[in-house]
């Protein structure tokens, strides 16, 4: 199970500069975070959640500790994942409709929804993507309405969104 560090910035979607910023789902899937601030920003002790149905539930937990420099990622991947990625977590699968991002003091960070009834959404859901991943455009734009500000990409974990 991945582990990211926790931070105490931001408590409600699109406050926090760590983002959702690209998702693919399956057991080759992975959830992609990305700090937009200018500063480290301390991840251990986030979880990020999966959402299925009307319920979500722990994916992964951020080991203590976890510092996520200005521009980097974390990326947690499945465990049929076939890519490297130089700073992240296995986890069995990345399912459901969607992920929250929630800091160690369990506020809602950020969060990318794939139907109309998952709770991982924010505002209109976005389009769910075959055979591509699901990101956030180069600058990692955040309006907090998922059909705006996700669509589907050329996977690309660890890397900037093309």
């Known amino acids: 199970m991945l582990l990211l560090a926790g931070s105490t910035i ?16 399956g057991p ?3 959830v992609e975070l990305r700090n937009t601030a200018s500063t480290t920003a301390d991840i251990g002790g986030w979880t990020v959640q999966t959402c299925t149905g009307g319920t979500s539930e722990i994916l992964a937990t951020i080991s203590p500790g ?9 990326v947690i991947v499945g465990a049929a994942f076939s890519g490297t990625v130089p700073n992240g977590l296995i986890v ?16 809602h960070t ?9 709770p991982c959404r924010e505002a209109g859901p976005a389009t769910p993507c075959a055979d591509s991943s699901l990101g956030r455009d180069g600058s990692s734009r955040d309006t907090d309405h998922n059909s705006d500000d996700f669509s589907c990409r050329i996977p690309s974990p660890g890397e900037s969104n093309p």
């Open 10 to 25: 931001g408590g409600t979607p699109g406050v926090s500069p760590v983002k959702v910023n690209e998702i693919a789902l």
């Open 66 to 74: 976890t510092p996520l420099a200005p521009g980097e990622y974390f």
């Open 110 to 118: 950020d969060s990318v929804g794939l139907s109309s009834s998952s």
């Open 92 to 107: 069995e699968t990345v399912d459901g409709s969607g992920v929250i991002a929630r800091n160690r003091h369990g506020a």
């Open 28 to 30: 080759a899937g992975f």
